[in-house]
Nanobody, 123 residues
Framework: VQLVESGGGLVQAGESLTLSCAAS????????IGWFRQGPGKERELVAA????????YYADSVKGRFVISRDNAKNIVSLQMNSVQLEDAAVYYC?????????????????WGKGTLVTVSS
């Protein structure tokens, strides 16, 4: 499975930005997809995840109520809509794919990773 993120860029605090993760490869639509982020000097953290059929989602407390994860399996795209962006949201955002719904909230269980897209937030 190959993953390519897009949509990163400069956004003003309080505004919105939508990231996309394009998946390709055998049965790419059968993988759970997670969005991670890694800020300078920080560990990579799971921000949101969605099961392959979209019926189950997860959000980190820090983004709950502001970010929305969704997927279009016909197009093999998983989107992360970032609303009310905060300065603390600035990071490189990665999407990752897992054959199963990971029980943990770390990077374990995600077999495939994209190269990331940078989100910069201005005040």
């Amino acid at each position: 499975v190959q993953l390519v993120e897009s949509g990163g860029g400069l956004v003003q605090a309080g505004e919105s930005l939508t990231l996309s993760c394009a998946a390709s490869g055998p049965s790419a639509d059968r993988y759970a997809i997670g969005w991670f982020r890694q800020g300078p000097g920080k560990e990579r953290e799971l921000v949101a995840a969605i099961r392959w059929n979209g019926v189950r989602t997860y959000y980190a407390d820090s983004v709950k109520g502001r970010f929305v994860i969704s997927r279009d399996n016909a197009k093999n795209i998983v989107s992360l809509q970032m609303n009310s962006v905060q300065l603390e949201d600035a990071a490189v955002y990665y999407c990752a794919a897992s054959q199963h719904w990971p029980t943990g909230r770390g990077t374990e269980g995600y077999e495939y990773w994209g190269k990331g897209t940078l989100v910069t937030v201005s005040s």
